[in-house]
């Protein structure tokens, strides 16, 4: 069994937690389903549960190198500089990360509203990159963004691999078959 969740924001990447923790099992309530990769909690988007282990393994080992896409809204005006370094991989200080698919988008349409909102600043504009990597350093996103002098605001996962968000909206899931 294959669920597709978009995570909403604030929500753990496991079935259980601390006392006031919102976690999975909030949302989803189907037994021996594991999260296929993570996201943190304060990142939104396609998260894959299964209860098969070839498919997680598959999904999550580093040698299979399977693409994750993400949509960043991150402040300020995104430099192309700034694009072409995280295509070429930026050093961290756990080491240079792979090349990246990176470009800049507009501002989708189809975004729902963060609970709560991102931070807002006056005179500083935020722009959106989709990024696509192939590895899964712990916030790699977040720390190649900030690397290059652009902090992420907002980091929704887009897909994984073959698999994508479409319409799903915050705290739906649907089951695909294998």
Known sequence: M?????KPYGVLCQFTGQANDITLANYIDIPNIYAAG????????????????????????????????????????????????????????????????????????????????????????????????REGKNRQVRRMSAAVGYPTLRLIRLSISTYQLNQLQPGQYIILDK
């Open 38 to 133: 993570r996201l943190d909690k304060d990142s939104e988007g396609l998260l894959l549960l299964t209860d098969d282990g070839a498919i997680n393994h598959q999904l999550t080992n580093p040698k299979k190198k399977s693409y994750k896409t993400y949509l960043v809204q991150v402040e300020g005006d995104i430099s192309d500089q700034a694009i072409k370094q995280l295509q070429e991989g930026v050093i961290l200080k756990d080491g240079l990360t792979l090349p990246a698919k990176v470009k800049k988008v507009q501002p989708p349409k189809w975004l729902w509203e963060r609970n709560p909102p991102i931070r807002e600043r006056k005179n500083i504009p935020t722009s959106f990159i989709e990024i696509s990597i």
């Open 2 to 6: 294959i669920v597709l969740f978009n």
